[in-house]
């Protein structure tokens, strides 16, 4: 399969993929990143109190996923589908705060709307759209993507981010 086949002496044992993935450190030596630096990286996002606590959730769950990763690669993949989900429910929440028309009943109508009414600012639009396609190829694969951890753990940080200026004041 090309994948860790999990069974009751390995469950717990870090993937063995991730001995691939190095961080090179200041003196040009590379190291390999043990469970404890790949948490400090999952858990560094955080959301801002506006944040709807029914995103924050959808968010722990898809960043559990993600920790786990480190015993089975492929979550952090899943972990990701997973937060592209969480943009959408983050947009449709903004959405309904609002109480945008009800016309706006896809995400990227959702997107342009918040758009429209200068809430998610116009050099953001490619950002936003980049992650509806991404949630659509997620939800209709056609073979299972699997990307490196820290393209996902980035990727978690920009989509926290996008959510957290989405509910901003400023």
């Known amino acids: 399969m090309g994948i860790k086949e999990i069974n009751l002496d390995n469950w717990m044992e ?3 993929v991730l001995r691939g993935f190095v961080r090179i450190t200041p003196d040009g030596k590379s190291k390999t990143l043990a469970g404890d630096d790949y948490l400090k990286l999952i858990l560094k996002p955080c959301f801002i109190k506006s944040v709807p606590n029914e995103v924050q959730t959808l968010f722990e769950v898809a960043r ?15 972990a990701l589908e997973q ?5 959408e429910a983050a947009v449709t929440f903004k959405c309904k705060e609002l109480n945008a028309p009800k016309s706006r009943d896809k995400f990227c109508k ?13 050099e953001e639009f490619n ?12 939800s209709h ?3 299972q993507m699997i990307l490196p951890p820290g393209s996902a753990i980035g990727m978690m940080e920009d989509i926290a981010g996008q959510i957290n200026a989405l509910f901003s004041d400023s």
């Open 127 to 138: 950002r936003w759209d980049a992650i509806r396609h991404l949630r659509n190829f997620a």
């Open 110 to 122: 959702k997107i342009k709307w918040l758009v429209s009414e200068k809430i998610i600012r116009e």
């Open 83 to 87: 937060l592209f989900r969480v943009a």
């Open 14 to 16: 870090p993937d063995k």
């Open 141 to 143: 694969p056609k073979d």
């Open 64 to 78: 559990g996923a993600m920790v786990y990763g480190y015993f089975f690669y492929p979550l952090y993949n899943l």
